[in-house]
C-alpha cells in the first residue's frame, strides 16, 4: 500500500480576486479537518487584475500555500498542468477557484482515496446558476464525446478530483502540447471512482468561459482523443463518389438509349456546388489535425512560470 499521508489541493485562478479571500478562508478550515498533511498550491493563470496580489497576501498569512505565476495567461488546462507538475504529494485534488466545487467534500473525496481509489472525480447530479443553454451545450458535448472517442469520459465530470501518486506521474509522461486535460484524466486509467456532488453558483464575478472558447475546447478534446472525423470525410467522400457513379451511368443511359436532348442547368449547379461544399470541409477536418501536428512539432514548452513562492509548510 503507498503512502497516503500528504495532500495538495491544486487550484488554477483567472482574474479571481473578487473571490479568493472567501474561498481560502473556507478551504482552510475544511483542511484542519482533513486527517492529512495539506497545503494548497494557487496557480495565477496570467490574471489581469489583482489576483497575484491577494494570492500573496494568503501566503503570507498561511505558511501552507505555495504560489506559482504563469507569464501569460496559457489557459485553465494548462495552468492545471503546472500546478500538477509541482506537486511532490502523495496526492492532489483539483479545485476551481470560484466556488463551484464545494470544499466542504474534501473529507468525501480523501475517504474514498483510502479505500483504495486512485481516481476520485466529482460528477455534477445540479447545475445550479447555470444557464438552460449551457446545460444542454455541456450535455450534448458529452454525448457526442461518447460516442467519438474510445476512451468514454464520464459525463458531467468536470476537474474536481483527486489523484494518487501513480496517476500524477503517469500525466506526467503526456506532454502534449493541445492538452483536453478531461480526456487525459481518464485516459490514464487506473482505479477510478465517481463522487456525486450538487455543483454550486459562483461566488462572485462571471465565468472565465465564453460559448467561443467553449466551443473551442470541444473540438480540442474532439481531435486530441479522435480520429473518428477524419474517418467519417473518408466516406463521405466515397458515399457522394458512389452515388455521382450510379447517377453518370444513368446520364449515359438516358443519352444513348433515350436520345435525351441537353438539360439540366440547375442539377448540374447543385451537383457542383454540394461536391464543392463537401470537399471544403473535408479539408478543414484535414486541417483540423495538421494543425495539431505543427503545433506539436514545434516543441515549445507547455507554460511559462513567471514567479513562485514557497510557505515555511510545504511539502
Ligand atoms: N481559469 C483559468 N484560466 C483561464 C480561465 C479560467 O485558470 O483562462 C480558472 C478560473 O479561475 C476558475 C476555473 O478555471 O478557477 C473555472 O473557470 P470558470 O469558473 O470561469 O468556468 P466555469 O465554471 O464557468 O466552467
Ligand atoms: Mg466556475
Redesign the pocket.
Known sequence: MPSQRTLTIV??????EAVLPEMHQRLSSVLDGVDAESQVLY?D?GSRDGTWAVLEALAAADPRVRLVRLAR?F??EL?LTAGLDRVHTDAALVL???G?DPPELIPAFVAKWREGFDVVYGTRTRRDGETWLKRFTAAGFYRVMQRLSQTPIPPDTGDFRLMSRPVLDALRTLRERQRFMKGLFTWVGFRQVSLPYERAP?LAGG???NYWKLWNLAIEGITSFSTVPLRVATYLGLFSALAAFVWGVFIVLRTLVWDDPVQGWPSLMTVVLFLGGLQLVALGIIGEYLGRLYLEAKQRPLYLVADERKGDRCL
Open positions: 487550484i488554477a485562478a483567472y482574474n479571481e496557480v493563470d495567461n489557459g485553465k495552468a476551481d477557484a470560484d463551484q459562483r465565468s472565465k468561459f
